[in-house]
């Protein structure tokens, strides 16, 4: 597939990025005392990189990623179940959709953020108010991807389908349900990052566990070099999250051309 | 091949169908208006007529997609209640499944009917050697060109073994020399299997080689206003009839019926989809 030039461009691209983080990397560890920015505000990489050993050793960082992890991954898999769903119900029946686009749309421009302190209000300082966050956030871009998909199919091909006798499961299963995949997967990479900020909110608003709480917690000692550990570690967390969906997306719509280039990089 | 004789049994039947719809400024639209025509088995009738003369709309009632306003549509003297069997239909778009290979797609119809899946694929991997497409079998639609693209629609749609196929301008979006050859399989394919078959089509010379009758349709409220039977041999065989000086008779004629020189494009556009 892949003819001389273009994997000849690939080449010059990953050369040039490589280039670029040794330049941001460089900036980082002697940009700042070179233009007189002190280390509290902005330390150094090497004193992050300390920072990020002592928070491994002494700060359970292990534990505070792990749970942030498993918040995230719980509140994208329901979240995109649950917009799924309720994506394919309200893309089959238009009155259903007429009857709740109004509060849909209302709870769509309402920023879910803003629901953390209530969540952790009802369900207290455990994991599930950030899991609920991350649902919430994750639903609209999967739900609305779904639903347009639904709404937007080709009517010929259930014409088709029609003709040759298809029930209205065959014509789901067999034409509506892949026919959605593709837009699901751009809702899907969308919700994978999204769900990471839901669940960094819920977890700067209460808790005493995850990334979002270490984040505070460094805050609170004025200890910059573990906020930025935990800005590092949470966009690992979140890229982890966006590669993952990108990998099953490539499995899953293996029929389809390959795209763009970080498509093709992975 | 001599025009069927009347003791042929009618394969598909329209009696007195007229069609309304109701259009955007809430007032009602007639798309076509009392059309009786009649395909005896085995027998391949084009339609011709300007774009919105509601041809396709008549393609729909016979396949059963939708119900006539008035009359009734016949199939093997069977009253069209909704879609069946017997009826296949095929488009201008191909209307490929981009997520299924090849003979996944070819095999999308006898699929949705429940045929067990080793006779599906028996009859893919046949009609796929027929037409040429055997060695892409396992590719994905994107793989393939315009033309195999329709050849692999064609083969869906005869996968089901129809007995009437409703084809409604199945070759036009391809290329001239593409449709030529696509042409000549569909007449071969038609004529092997003695297929009964109605086509819509926009190229006179089409009609001419592929037909044993064109019946021409005039503009909206469409009605049948001439039936041209098309005494040419050979209609397995549409490059040889090319070759045939009465081609151009038959499309001088069409030509005048259809009123080709004198029509102005504004209309013929202002007919919207057909």
């Known amino acids: ?266 | 091949m001599p025009a069927s004789p009347a003791s042929t049994p009618i394969r598909l039947e329209y009696r007195n169908v007229t069609m309304r719809f109701a259009d955007r400024t809430g007032g009602v639209l007639t798309a076509v208006r009392g059309v009786n025509l009649s395909v005896r088995d085995g027998e391949v009738v084009c339609l011709i007529g300007p774009s919105g003369c509601g041809k396709s709309t008549l393609l729909n009632i016979g396949s059963g997609l939708t119900a006539p306003s008035e009359g009734t549509a016949f199939v093997d003297g069977r009253e069209v209640a909704g879609p069946n069997a017997q009826v296949a239909f095929m488009l201008q778009k191909d209307l490929l499944l981009p997520w299924r290979t090849v003979a996944e797609n070819v095999m999308f119809g006898v699929e949705i009917q429940r045929v067990p899946l080793p006779e599906r694929r028996r009859r893919a991997e046949q009609l796929l050697q027929q037409f040429s497409l055997a060695e892409f079998s396992g590719h994905y639609p994107h793989q393939l060109s315009g033309g195999m693209r329709q050849r692999v629609a064609l083969a869906r749609t005869l996968a089901v073994d129809p007995h009437v196929l409703l084809l409604d301008e199945p070759f036009s979006a391809v290329d001239a020399q593409t449709r030529i050859v696509l042409q000549r399989d569909l007449a071969r394919t038609l004529a092997e299997n003695g297929k009964t078959a109605l086509l819509i089509t926009h190229d006179l010379l089409e009609a001419v080689t592929l037909s044993d009758r064109v019946l021409v349709m005039s503009r909206r409220p469409g009605v049948i206003i001439e039936e041209i039977a098309i005494d040419m041999p050979l209609r397995a065989d549409p490059i040889a009839r090319r070759g045939d000086p009465k081609v151009n008779d038959y499309v001088a004629r069409l030509m005048d019926r259809l009123d080709i020189a004198h029509a102005s494009l504004e209309r013929e556009s202002a007919g919207g989809a057909a």
């Not at chain 1, 920023?111 to 899991?131: D, E, Q, S």
């Open chain 1, 1 to 266: 597939m892949n003819s001389s030039p273009r994997s000849s461009s690939t080449r010059n691209g990953a050369t040039a990025s490589l280039i670029l983080l040794v330049v941001f990397l460089a900036a980082w560890q002697w940009g700042p005392p070179l233009v007189g920015v002190p280390s509290f505000i902005v330390p150094p990489l090497s004193m992050v990189a300390t920072e990020f050993v002592h928070a491994w050793q002494f700060d359970h960082l292990l534990l505070h990623t792990g749970v942030t992890i498993a918040e995230v991954l719980a509140g994208f898999v329901l979240g995109s179940l649950l917009g799924a769903s309720i994506g394919y119900l309200l893309g089959m029946s238009p009155t259903a959709e007429l009857a709740l686009s109004p509060y849909i749309l209302a709870l769509q421009i309402a920023p879910k953020v803003a629901f953390a302190p209530l969540f952790i209000l009802w369900m207290g300082f455990t994991v599930y108010p950030k899991i609920l966050v991350a649902i919430l956030i994750v639903f609209f871009p999967v739900m609305v991807n779904v639903l347009t998909a639904v709404r937007t199919v080709d009517p010929d091909l259930v014409n088709l389908a029609r003709a040759f006798k298809a029930t209205r499961a065959q014509i789901f299963w067999k034409i509506e349900f892949p026919n959605s995949m593709p837009p699901m997967f751009a809702g899907l990479r969308i919700g994978a990052t999204l769900a990471v900020v839901g669940v960094v909110v819920g977890e700067l608003v209460g808790g005493n566990v995850g990334l979002g709480y270490l984040l505070t917690f460094g805050e609170g000692q004025a200890n910059t070099p573990l906020v930025f550990v935990s800005i590092v570690m949470l966009t690992l967390v979140g890229s982890i999250a966006y590669f993952a969906v990108i990998l099953v997306e490539r499995r899953v719509l293996h029929y389809l051309p390959q795209r763009t280039a970080m498509d093709r990089n992975l």
